[in-house]
């Protein structure tokens, strides 16, 4: 019914009413979810934008997940000067979601509502969420779409094993760990298909296994002999891209000379050597640069 008053009056209206329908009828939308939402953000191109995107990618975790939100969220734009991509503030039945920018939104959107949703279903069963978990299902699900394993080969040197982090590595080691983890779930993926099967996990650990354990059943695989299989080839990456660093300023050098020879030799080839300088006295006489056309 929203629909057909909204297509007649839109052609009538005014560009302020018109925003105002849509932040209404937006606002209806979400009034019928028991989940309750705001926007903060006050740029109405972008407000739509996110309401829009945010709506597919709660429905995309509802069919993951298999159940719906009951809580209260906040969305609302970071700091600008902010280093950090977003982030989400979790409380009990209430999460604010910050996404600082606003170019990015759509990866940040996906990466924050996936720990939403994991925390949601941790609370109920009263399940301790490890870091490895919360990131690896959250950089999995922001990136479906958009990884290459070709990224381990650029993360640096030492590598990162996951695993080992409570708490997130400080400075520019924190990129290396998104990368890891990320590799180490779309692989963990491949393998079990997290659209699809990630209740099945996620009951293998309501019925108290590890997380080990759940993953070791959902692969038909010891966890432990999964995860070295993976390190090794994660390692193997890490230490190529370190090595063909070391390489280029190895070979830099090198590389710089022979393109200066070459240089100079191609110069010299456009310069009018003395022979050609003769030739061409011969046939146009002395100073023939200076003679006028008859
Ligand atoms: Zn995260």
């Known amino acids: ?16 009413l018109r925003l105002f329908l849509i932040v209404g009828i937006l606002a209806c939308q ?20 996110v309401s829009t995107v945010f709506r597919d990618v709660n429905n995309e975790l509802e069919r993951i997940f298999n159940f719906s939100l009951r809580v209260r969220i906040t969305v609302r734009l970071g700091d600008r000067a902010s280093s950090r991509l977003g982030f989400v503030q979790m409380g009990e039945d209430e999460y604010v979601v910050v996404l600082s920018a606003a170019e990015a939104f759509h990866r940040t959107l996906r990466h924050e509502l996936m720990h939403v949703y994991l925390d949601a279903w941790a609370r109920r069963g009263g399940i301790h969420v490890p870091l490895w978990i919360h990131e690896g299902f959250a950089n999995w699900f922001e990136s ?5 394993t070709t990224d381990l080969i650029f993360s640096g040197w030492p590598p990162i094993d996951p695993l080992k982090f409570q708490n997130y590595p400080k400075g520019d080691r924190l990129n290396s760990y998104y990368v890891y983890i990320t590799d180490l779930f779309l692989t963990l993926d491949s393998r079990i298909g ?15 296994n590890t997380w080990k354990d759940a993953f070791s059943q959902m692969l038909g695989e010891d966890f ?3 995860y070295r299989h993976w390190w090794w080839k994660a390692s193997l990456l890490g ?7 070391w390489m280029v300023w190895l070979a830099g050098p090198f ?17 009018v050597s003395s022979e050609e300088l003769e030739e061409l006295e011969k ?12």
């Open 144 to 148: 479906v779409a958009g990884y290459r």
């Open 239 to 245: 230490f190529l891209g370190w090595a063909m660093l």
């Open 1 to 16: 019914m929203i629909g057909t008053k909204r297509t007649v009056w839109t052609k009538r209206t005014s560009r302020g």
């Open 283 to 294: 046939a146009f006489g002395e100073r023939y640069w200076e003679k006028e056309d008859e």
């Open 224 to 226: 432990a002999a999964f």
């Open 255 to 271: 590389v710089l000379g022979v393109l200066l020879i070459k240089r100079g030799r191609l110069k010299k080839g456009c310069d």
């Open 30 to 49: 979400i009034a019928a979810f028991p989940l309750r939402v705001e926007f903060q953000i006050e740029d109405a191109q972008l407000l739509g934008a």
């Open 194 to 208: 997290f659209r699809d099967h990630l209740i099945e996990l996620l009951d293998l650990v309501e019925r108290g």
